[in-house]
């Protein structure tokens, strides 16, 4: 069946059977592949979960080099498939799908693992789901609690800063995203103005822990703007100028705490208003906040969300820090639950480094210039 990306149940229907699913993710710098089960009515089961990341291949470029990261994954894939499979003590004839990442993504690293899967699918007679990578986040909260289908999502990753209403596998809208930078690349960048080595989120929330976050008044972009897009370049500027300056730890560490602070308390400024669309859309019901992506690692973050959440009577999920950042057994439960609502794709499916959730938004009301690939969120 081809892909349709509209009107899909709620949740998918019940099945008889539990979905055995082999994930692989290879859209940046880890090479990563998981199993996982997806009972009738079940908990989400983890078989394995195997993450390879290339951070050491690319550190010394300040930054992920594409024709590094696609070659590293070609290296390292199949092992990285047959220790998830082993790990999981699952046969590949007892895998009911392969679900491999289709986009976005850098896609001389997309095509490594599309291709792996696609060629799983062909020997093994196997049904392929080609996931977006940014459904396996919105689906991450899932892997370990149960958080129902709707709910109003932040995704806050390396290259993605948007708010969206899921309201099924496959049926997102759009609320709002970055007009700029994404927050991950906010975290990145200052950090390295600061000298932290990529990637430079993890690295600038450590720094930030004995600093005093008011002692650098930094822009608070669009607050108090109608509406719940987002804007970090503005930050970044003034941030990566303080840097500059800076000639001593106390400051880079007071720096590091007011940035973290400032995405922080835009990034629960902007859900706050996101929440009312959200509550006028459902009538209140269905109170649910998931936060996912690598930003939703950040201890600052979740506090700064878990606080809006109870303040506006909003359930709070975010998964624990290995499934916020990029793993596969995201993307294998995307690919359960696309099995269990009957959605599976052909083996002609094409690697997509541009792939909105929202693809209709994305084009109609485009928050950056629609490239040659695409729209881009
Ligand atoms: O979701 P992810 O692993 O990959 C993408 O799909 O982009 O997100 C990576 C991003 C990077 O920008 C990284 O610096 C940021 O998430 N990140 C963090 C933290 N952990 C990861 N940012 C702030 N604090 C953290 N603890
Ligand atoms: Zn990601």
Known sequence: MSRAVTAFPADPPPQAVPRTVLGIETSCDETAAAVVR???????????SIV?????????????????AARAHVESIDAIVGRALADAGVKPAALDAIAATAGPGLVGGVMVGLSFGKAMALALGKPLIAVNHLEGH???ARLTAEVPYPFLLLLVSGGH?????????????RLGSTIDDAAGEAFDKIGGALGLSYPAGPALERLAAGGDPARFPLPRALAGRAGCDFSFSGLKTAAARLAAGLTDDAGRRDLAAAVQGAIARQLAERTGRAMAIYDAAHGGRDRRLV?????????????????????????????PLKYCTDNAAMIALAGAERLAAGLTDGLDVAARPRWPLDEAAALARPTHVPGRKGAKA
């Open 38 to 48: 997806l009972p009738p009515g079940g908990a989400v089961e983890i078989l394995s």
């Open 161 to 173: 800063c948007q708010l969206l209403e899921v309201a099924g596998i496959g049926a997102c809208r």
């Open 291 to 319: 936060a996912a992506g690598g930003v939703a690692a950040n201890g600052a973050v979740r506090a700064a969300l878990a606080t809006l959440a109870s303040a506006r009577g909003f359930a709070f999920a975010v998964p």
């Open 138 to 140: 919105a689906v991450s």
């Open 52 to 68: 390879l990341s290339q951070t050491a291949d690319h550190a010394p470029y300040g930054g992920v080099v594409p024709e590094i």
